[in-house]
């Protein structure tokens, strides 16, 4: 196997010649190479002796080009690093044009670099943040497999809008120039691919309801697609969402589940992912300090995810949350968009943000939402008003989470059905789980998105996923 800088810089013996392959980062005074092969934050520095180096190849040693050098691997004589490279060959791999490479060493803008999402791996800031991605991804799974739990894969393709979770986008094999008409001039679905009309799930938690009936514990780790034109920060077209689902577990336990999990996994990159996190811990420290001073977050990224590790999530009702909301200053001085006045409205993010940031100061998860502002599959109160709905609200993001205890009252779930003209019909396989052996069981939904948009400290969404879709963009 290809040794990488990684391994080098953990196992690495001085004085031993090795080979190592990687991008050239900069080019310093004609001698100093910084490479990086992608497989950790750290460059691995390559001195070159020049006296002895052909002119030719010198001049082709640009930031972006692709290289492999040999030599000896030595105590550093410089400043910034242990180890360094003292090159006795070195090969040109692929050139990098550099009049036209689009990534220079200097700073590039976020904007500049999702246009060049195909490139801007090479940036440290993305390389962090993607490497990052992917240890909590591990940590996900590592996660719900060391507490008994099964990877569940829910279908992509679904048959029913039933949970009205979003806007879904269609799947179809019909030639949209000539679309097939029945008697009511209206699209003829049965000619299409599955005979019915279909769509992108929205969420796998109606089939992974049925699974936790069966295997106990299951998780989805998915993608998951949403129509909204939510042109923000924090929503994309295409995301990927975690979704366990318990039988046997009522709203505390859920709530107990997604604290102990959320505190687990940023454990888990907080002892595993230290370089990363603290090169992301001082970029952000130097954005944050061009801020003004009230807009300045009060602790770095790594103060923050040791706090979310080391405290309790604060638990508060809606009620109480809109109480409190209904009293605040921002709510009285009418600086909310959307002012507080009664129980029953649904909160914005304007909200949740004041509770968290502003108000607990700690993550927090609200329960026990109005019935109508929550899907129709929450487990009724008793006050015949709220449901056992949960939502986990984080400083800088707002939702992370939303869950429930799942109804699993047949008569009280087919009602509420009724109520909201949900067809029995469509959803009799969910139904069915109600009729044979229902039991408490509940669940819920993190967008992976937000949690690496959390632990990384970016501030858009599209910066945490390779290639984002949002409205008018699927390049790439
Ligand atoms: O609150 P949501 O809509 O809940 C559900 O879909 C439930 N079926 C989950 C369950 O109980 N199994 O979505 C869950 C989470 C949100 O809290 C948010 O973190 C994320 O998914 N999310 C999005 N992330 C990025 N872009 C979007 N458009 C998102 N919509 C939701
Ligand atoms: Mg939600």
Redesign the pocket.
């Known amino acids: 196997m290809r040794l990488t800088v990684a391994k080098l810089l953990k196992t690495g013996k001085k004085n031993q010649e090795i080979t190592l392959k990687g991008w050239v980062r900069t080019f310093r005074a004609n001698r100093f190479i910084a490479l990086n092969d992608g497989s950790t934050i750290n460059n691995m520095q390559c001195v070159v002796d020049f006296e002895n180096t052909d002119e030719s190849l010198l001049k082709r040693i640009t930031t972006g080009a692709a290289i492999a050098v040999k030599g000896i691997l030595i105590e550093s004589q410089g400043k910034g690093q242990l180890l360094e490279i003292k090159v006795s060959h070195l090969e040109i791999l692929g050139d990098s044009n550099a009049d036209q490479y689009p990534i220079q060493p200097k700073k590039h803008s976020f904007e500049f670099l999702r246009e060049n999402a195909h490139l801007r791996i090479r940036t440290s800031t993305f390389s962090a943040v993607m490497r990052l991605r992917s240890a909590l991804s591990f940590a996900v799974h590592k996660y719900f497999t060391e507490n008994g739990f099964y990877n569940f894969h829910a279908p992509i393709i679904t048959g029913s809008d039933a949970?009205g979770?979003?806007e879904m986008f269609a799947v179809t094999n019909l030639n949209l120039e000539n679309l097939p008409k029945d008697e009511d001039k209206k699209i003829d679905y049965s000619q299409d691919f599955f005979g019915k009309q279909t769509n992108l799930t929205?969420?796998g938690?109606l089939e992974?309801e049925t699974y936790a009936m069966g295997l106990g514990k299951v998780y989805t780790f998915g993608p998951?697609f949403?129509a909204?034109k939510?042109n923000t920060t924090?929503?994309?077209?295409e995301?990927w969402?975690i979704?366990p689902?318990v039988a046997f577990c009522d709203l505390d336990g859920n709530m107990d589940l997604a604290e102990d999990f959320i505190q687990e996994v940023i454990r888990y990159i907080l002892i595993n992912c230290k370089d990363d996190l603290a090169f992301l811990d001082q970029r952000l420290t130097k954005e944050e300090s061009t801020k003004p001073t009230i807009e300045r977050s009060a602790m770095s990224l790594l103060k923050k995810l040791q706090f979310v590790t080391e405290n309790s999530f604060k638990r508060v009702s809606y009620t109480e949350a809109i109480t409190i909301l209904r009293n605040c200053k921002p709510n009285k001085k009418k600086k909310f968009q959307y002012i507080i006045d009664k129980w029953g409205v649904d909160l914005q993010s304007e909200h949740e943000r004041f509770l968290v940031e502003k108000h607990f100061k700690c993550p927090v998860i609200l329960f026990d939402y109005p019935a109508n502002i929550k899907?129709f599959y929450m487990r009724m109160n008793e006050d015949g008003k709220t449901v056992r709905a949960m939502?986990v609200l984080f400083p800088g993001i707002g939702?992370?989470?939303?869950?429930?205890q799942r109804e699993e009252r047949l008569e009280v779930l087919k009602e509420k059905m009724k109520a909201l003209d949900i067809d029995e019909k469509e959803l009799w396989w969910y139904l069915d789980t109600r009729k044979f052996g229902t039991a408490v069981h509940s669940?819920?939904?993190?967008?992976f998105?937000?949690l690496v948009l959390f632990t990384t400290g970016m501030s858009n969404?599209r910066d945490v996923i390779p290639y984002p879709r949002s409205p008018q963009n699927a390049d790439f």
Do not use: K, N, P
């Open positions: 949970e979770a979003g929205v969420s938690q992974a998951t949403r909204e939510s924090r929503h994309l077209a995301f969402m979704e689902e899907a939502d939702e992370i989470v939303g869950g429930s669940g819920f939904g993190l967008g998105e937000r969404i």
